[in-house]
Every structure is written in structure tokens, then in C-alpha cells.
């Protein structure tokens, strides 16, 4: 939270995807590997067509609620996110964050949301392959996207990290004259 605190004191909000995503986008990858043959399913798409559109409707019930705060974001229709990422990755990742990456820094992207640092932890090797295979085609399909993979483990030194955060910052600052 320290570096939360430290980017906020430079100007910059701190907009962190929702957890719910990781959680349900195992729903959509039932889906997705039933129609590209991926692997077979045992449950029935239509159970988790069900699942997915009852969390759905909670989430948009939430989504009225809290709509009244001024940096809330709706939950995504991960569907939609999903149809995002196959623009940047081929739709068959769907191991750890595969296509939930992407479809994230897409929607981040789509609302104006141009600096996003991703950290990644130690030891995630989907997280690294991913980041470092989609950077070049998210750039040429959101040209103005400025992008961080920050390896982030116990070992990382801070000066490091601050000094790779101060980079980002001064690219965003200068495209925001």
C-alpha cells in the first residue's frame, strides 16, 4: 500500500482490476474450451450459463449501488472482456491470468486508463509469458497505452521499484501535455 500511497501523492489514481474477474473467469473458459475443443467439460454449458448469469445479476445490483462513487468502476461483462483479448492473444490462453490480462489492460484502455503496472509475483511464469508476449500488440492496438511489468518478489529492492514507477509517471506525464 505504500507504493498505492506514494503514486496517489503524484498526482496519479490507483485503479486495481477487480478480484471478481479471476474468480469467475473459469465460467468463461468452460466456455471457451468447449468451443475451440480445448478440453471437455463435464458440467453442462448450460449450468455454467446459469452460474454466470446469476453472478452476473448480482454484480449489476452492486454495480446500481455503488454507482454514486465518483472512482467506482461497474464489474465487466468478462464475455465482452474476453472478445477484447482475442484481438491480443489467441483465445485458447486460458491458463492462470492468460486472457484475463489482456481483456483487463483492453477495458483499462477503452476508459482512459492509459499507465497500467502490472505487477508480477515471483514465480508466476503464465503472468511473464503473457506480459512479455502481448506488450508489442497491445501497443499497436491502443498506441497511447504506457506499460510497466514490474517482477515483484521479497528480493525486489525498493529503490528498484520506485525508480521503475518514476519512469512510467514521466512517460504519462509528458502525453498528458
Not at 491470468?97 to 483499462?108: K, R, S, T, V
Not at 509475483?121 to 506488450?135: D, L, R, T, W, Y
Not at 499497436?140 to 519512469?167: C, K
Request: proline share 5%; with cysteine.
Amino acid at each position: 500500500m505504500e507504493n498505492c500511497a506514494w503514486l496517489n501523492d503524484q498526482g496519479f489514481e490507483v485503479a486495481v482490476p477487480s478480484i471478481y474477474n479471476f474468480f469467475i473467469n473459469g465460467l468463461v473458459n468452460n466456455a471457451v474450451n468447449r468451443k475451440y475443443h480445448i478440453k471437455p467439460s463435464k458440467t453442462p454449458a448450460f449450468v455454467t450459463t446459469a452460474i454466470y448469469n446469476l453472478i452476473a445479476r448480482f454484480a449489476r445490483k452492486y454495480d446500481k449501488i455503488c454507482a454514486g462513487f465518483p472512482s467506482y468502476r461497474p464489474f465487466d461483462n468478462l464475455f465482452e472482456a474476453f472478445d477484447d483479448a482475442t484481438k491480443i492473444v489467441n483465445p485458447a490462453t486460458n491458463f492462470g491470468e492468460g486472457w484475463l490480462l489482456p481483456a483487463e489492460i483492453a477495458n483499462y484502455a477503452k476508459n482512459g486508463i492509459n499507465s497500467v503496472v502490472s505487477l508480477q509475483p515471483f514465480g508466476c511464469i503464465a503472468n511473464h509469458i503473457i506480459s512479455k508476449g502481448m506488450e508489442k500488440k497491445i501497443k499497436q492496438i491502443y498506441p497511447d497505452m504506457n506499460l510497466l511489468f514490474l517482477d515483484f518478489d521479497a528480493g525486489t529492492s525498493e529503490a528498484n521499484v520506485f525508480n521503475r514507477l518514476h519512469f512510467i509517471l514521466e512517460n504519462a506525464k509528458s502525453k498528458m501535455k
